[in-house]
């Protein structure tokens, strides 16, 4: 009985394709920071409204099966990332620790855009190249093998990792830790072009390694631009972060939103205006805002009588419209999560680092840049996700929403 029990832990061990090393089973969680950096006005919505540009022909070159080229998509590099989500990430051993940006729209994992690489003895070159584009910059490098530190107790040696020798648009963070679908991999190896790069999340869930198949991420709002506000839980979810129950909604099948953390969604104000009716989009931790299809977006205007700033971009309104301003509300898998009226704000201490005037209203809600009936009609980004508990399971191709104490909360 011994044998039969260490033959079958050999075999799994051996089908992974890097194998995590664990000290305890139960969910890992690491400690991840909210960072703003602003280098000039519109930047917020310029970035947001680029990324979507290229993650729509991204997913969608990803389903045909085919590459592209960045720059036949955004014409116009905005050289920051706004806001980011950080966590601290050692790699090697000893490992040098990597201040790493959350990103649900990208699966790569790559350092050395601030924060020098430095090999040691876990660090191994491999024969490929390696270069990912994003809506806001991109890296190209070397692909190295090496030891990741994601928490004590949580090592992943052998992990596949860019080491970047370029690197545009990521100021204040010395890479990405790519927590999206394994297939946007895809075309980023050369000359293995058509391999696909086992990531964090594959090597840490699969063939059950770990308890649960669940990466559970806590954002909470903030009013001050550095702030260790938030928390990645690795194998399951922390229930102290939210209350209730986990809803979730399946991977939606409509592409582009299919190659990314896509889910069918409809929106709605108040009790019965119709923003966009069902249709498929994305949740993603890259884009700051909620964006929405174009028509939907001027019904929201509309409503809300909002009026476009010119200094930002974004949409205003005055004292008496933000008093009169109703919920929105994300229907999704027979669920409905509300943003009140406080959660559709931006925040107002903050209103400076957006170009804004002090004591203004800005709304966190703007155009997606396209009609729906594209494929990708949303997104909702962290002004979204900071009112939720979000949940991103792979194995059963789902996300989950749960309410927590700051999904009501006036803060902003």
């Given at each position: 009985m011994f044998s ?9 061990a ?6 995590p090393?664990l ?5 890992v ?5 909210r ?7 519109h930047?917020l919505?310029?970035h947001?409204?680029?990324?979507a540009k290229?993650l729509k ?6 389903t045909?099966g085919i590459s592209f080229?960045?720059d ?5 590099q905005?050289n920051?990332?706004?806001i980011?989500?950080?966590a601290?990430?050692g790699?090697?051993?000893?490992p040098?620790?990597f201040?790493?940006l959350?990103d ?8 050395g855009?601030g924060?020098?690489?430095k090999?040691?003895s876990t ?5 490929n190249?390696?270069?990912?584009t ?12 090496d030891?990741?530190t994601?928490?004590?107790g949580?090592?992943i040696p ?9 690197s ?5 963070v010395d890479g990405?830790l790519g927590i999206?679908p ?5 075309n980023?190896?050369?000359?293995a ?5 086992p990531?964090?999340?594959d ?5 059950g390694v770990?308890?649960?198949n669940e990466?559970?991420i ?6 001050v631009?550095d702030?260790k506000?938030g928390?990645?839980?690795w194998g399951?979810?922390?229930?102290t972060?939210?209350?209730g ?9 409509t592409?582009?939103?299919?190659g990314?953390?896509g889910?069918?969604q409809?929106?709605?104000y ?5 923003i966009?009716t069902t ?6 931790t890259?884009?700051t ?7 939907g ?7 809300t009588?909002?009026t476009?700033?010119a200094?930002t ?10 008093n ?5 509300f994300?229907?999704?898998n027979?669920?409905t999560?509300?943003l009140?009226?406080?959660a559709q704000?931006?925040?107002r201490a903050?209103?400076a680092?957006?170009?804004?005037v002090?004591?203004?209203?800005y709304?966190i809600?703007a155009?997606?840049g396209?009609?729906s009936?594209e ?8 002004t979204?996700?900071?009112r ?8 059963n191709k789902r996300?989950?929403?749960a ?10």
């Amino acid at each position: 009985m011994f044998s039969t029990t260490l033959l079958t832990i050999l075999l799994l061990a051996l089908s992974v394709a890097a194998n995590p090393v664990l000290v305890n089973r139960s969910p890992v969680t690491l400690p991840i920071s909210r960072r703003t950096n602003f280098t000039s006005v519109h930047n917020l919505l310029r970035h947001d409204q680029n990324r979507a540009k290229f993650l729509k022909v991204k997913g969608a070159a990803k389903t045909a099966g085919i590459s592209f080229q960045q720059d036949s998509v955004i014409n116009e590099q905005v050289n920051n990332q706004v806001i980011t989500y950080v966590a601290s990430v050692g790699v090697g051993s000893p490992p040098t620790q990597f201040n790493l940006l959350i990103d649900t729209g990208s699966s790569n994992t790559w350092v050395g855009s601030g924060t020098a690489y430095k090999k040691t003895s876990t660090s191994v070159q491999t024969s490929n190249k390696v270069s990912v584009t994003y809506g806001s910059g991109s890296f190209s490098g070397n692909e190295f093998t090496d030891t990741v530190t994601l928490a004590s107790g949580l090592v992943i040696p052998k992990q596949s990792i860019g080491v970047a020798t370029k690197s545009t648009g990521f100021q204040d963070v010395d890479g990405i830790l790519g927590i999206g679908p394994v297939g946007l991999t895809l075309n980023t190896l050369s000359p293995a072009t058509n391999s696909l790069i086992p990531t964090v999340t594959d090597n840490l869930f699969a063939n059950g390694v770990i308890n649960a198949n669940e990466i559970g991420i806590s954002f909470n709002p903030t009013t001050v631009e550095d702030n260790k506000n938030g928390e990645l839980t690795w194998g399951g979810t922390d229930s102290t972060k939210f209350t209730g129950s986990v809803s979730f909604i399946p991977l939606t099948t409509t592409a582009p939103a299919n190659g990314f953390w896509g889910i069918n969604q409809s929106v709605r104000y108040g009790a019965s205006t119709s923003i966009l009716t069902t249709t498929a989009g994305i949740v993603d931790t890259g884009t700051t805002l909620v964006l929405l299809a174009t028509n939907g977006f001027k019904k929201y205007q509309t409503a809300t009588k909002a009026t476009t700033d010119a200094a930002t971009g974004m949409l205003k309104v005055s004292t008496a419209n933000f008093n009169a301003l109703q919920s929105l509300f994300f229907v999704a898998n027979g669920a409905t999560f509300e943003l009140t009226a406080n959660a559709q704000i931006w925040p107002r201490a903050l209103n400076a680092d957006i170009g804004g005037v002090a004591g203004s209203i800005y709304l966190i809600v703007a155009d997606l840049g396209s009609n729906s009936g594209e494929g990708l009609d949303f997104i909702n980004g962290f002004t979204f996700l900071e009112r939720f508990y979000s949940v991103f399971d792979t194995a059963n191709k789902r996300v989950g929403f749960a309410t927590t104490p700051f999904t009501t909360s006036t803060a902003n």
